[in-house]
């Protein structure tokens, strides 16, 4: 859910990035206070004014939750949390806290500074909404200024919810944590009730729906969905982990590893090594030395009638230092790695040597191994790959 997006700026070193989702967001906000809003506080309003006001108060908001994030993001950086980046979505915002916080304390001032930020904004434009504001009708100014109160407010308190992944859960999991002294414990706590109120909300919106209010309804529905599944993957991820903490590469990769010597030609790779087994990419090796790495897709570059003269070695792809982790480095690192680059393999070398490989299957079958044998979690590569990303 929480792609990578389009960047917009950077403030205070942070990385402000919108995902695509927030374009479909902007237009529907747009509409709602175009035709719902906006008509309803001012009477008599023109279309195309509305429609400005609408626009106008799109952006409020818009630069409501980057202020938001921000309060999130600068409070994280006095506790030494690395932040990669502020990315807007559908639902707000996520500020990417690239590690868990250090104590409960950190957590919960991290978490409370979004809501508190947003209730200070909110108190701002009641103050310009009342110096705005003359006599009896209100100006469209002031229509404004009143909008962009009510959804500062809105979206304070929506956040206080004891539910994560919203701030109000974080501030539950940081109580949680501080009395249990547990992070895993607070997180299942926080979790679970974030879970029941998706459902809750879900069914709230199913009812709206049925009584008529479908718009309202779609809304709230929607929100419990992203709660619900947005619970589910934070969860999993602290359990993840948390089961992956001490785990090197060495533990579990694979060292029966199909290399593909430098000196042979493309014709004996596809018979010998393509068609024979299921790989879409080898190493290729000269002696123990690793070489680099061949695709099925570098032999398609090659025309058909060359491949009886074409050498391996003229054709691998050297330049992915990327897709290879040292045997001692932590699986946790490696899964990161194999997210950023899109790669489901990573070779396992150390000083040239190729000593085995690194794949997604291969977490896949330890973590299912570790479920059966402690309970612990186990993952789809989806999962894995979702879970690897900065923790949203
Ligand atoms: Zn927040």
């Known amino acids: 859910m929480f792609g990578r997006g389009f960047h917009l700026f950077t403030l205070f070193g942070f990385r402000v990035s919108v995902d695509p989702s927030w374009f479909l967001l902007a237009v529907l906000i747009v509409w709602s206070l175009a035709r719902g809003y906006f008509p309803a506080v001012i009477e008599g309003l023109a279309t195309d004014t509305a429609i400005w006001l609408a626009i106008a108060g799109a952006i409020g908001l818009f630069a409501s939750i980057i202020f938001h994030e921000f309060a999130h993001a600068l409070v994280a950086r006095r506790f030494d949390m690395p932040i990669s980046g502020i990315t807007l979505f559908l639902f707000g915002g996520v500020a990417h806290l690239r590690d868990e916080p250090p ?28 110096v705005t504001s003359a ?28 539910a994560f992944p919203l701030d109000g859960g974080r501030v539950l999991r940081a109580a ?24 809750a909300l879900m069914a709230l919106g199913v009812i709206n729906i049925v009584s008529g209010d479908f718009v309202g309804g779609l809304w709230i529905g929607l929100i419990g969905f992203f709660i619900l599944t947005a619970a589910g993957s934070t969860a999993m991820q602290v359990e993840l982990k948390q089961t992956l903490k001490d785990i090197r590469v060495r533990d579990i990769m694979n060292s029966q590893v199909i290399a593909v010597p ?131």
Do not use: C
Not at 182 to 190: E, I, K, P
Not at 294 to 302: I, P, S
């Open 103 to 130: 104590s409960a304390r950190a957590e919960f001032l991290v978490a409370i500074a979004g809501p508190i930020s947003s209730y200070i904004l909110a108190a701002g434009f009641y103050l310009l909404l009342a």
């Open 135 to 162: 006599g009896d009708g209100i100006t469209p100014l002031a229509a404004l200024f009143s909008y962009l109160t009510l959804i500062n407010a809105v979206l304070a308190t929506f956040n206080l919810l004891p």
């Open 176 to 199: 949680v944590w501080g009395w249990t002294g547990s992070l895993r414990r607070a997180t299942q706590v926080s979790a679970a009730l974030g879970r029941g109120l998706g459902v």
């Open 262 to 392: 430098a000196d042979i030609t493309v014709a004996e790779l596809v018979d010998d090594y393509f068609y024979r087994h299921f790989h879409k990419a080898f190493p290729v090796v000269r002696g123990e030395q690793v070489l680099g790495s061949v695709r099925l897709k570098d032999v398609g570059q090659v025309p058909r009638e060359n491949w009886g003269t074409t050498s391996v070695a003229e054709i691998l792809s050297s330049g992915n230092g990327s897709h290879v982790v040292e045997p001692g480095a932590l699986v946790w690192d490696a899964l990161t790695l194999m997210k950023e680059n899109n790669v489901s393999r990573l070779m396992v070398v150390e000083r040239g040597d190729l000593k085995g490989m690194l794949t997604m299957r291969d977490l896949m079958h330890f973590l299912a191994v570790h479920r059966e044998l402690s309970g612990g979690p186990g993952a789809s590569e989806p999962e894995l790959r979702q879970v690897a990303e900065d923790r949203a």
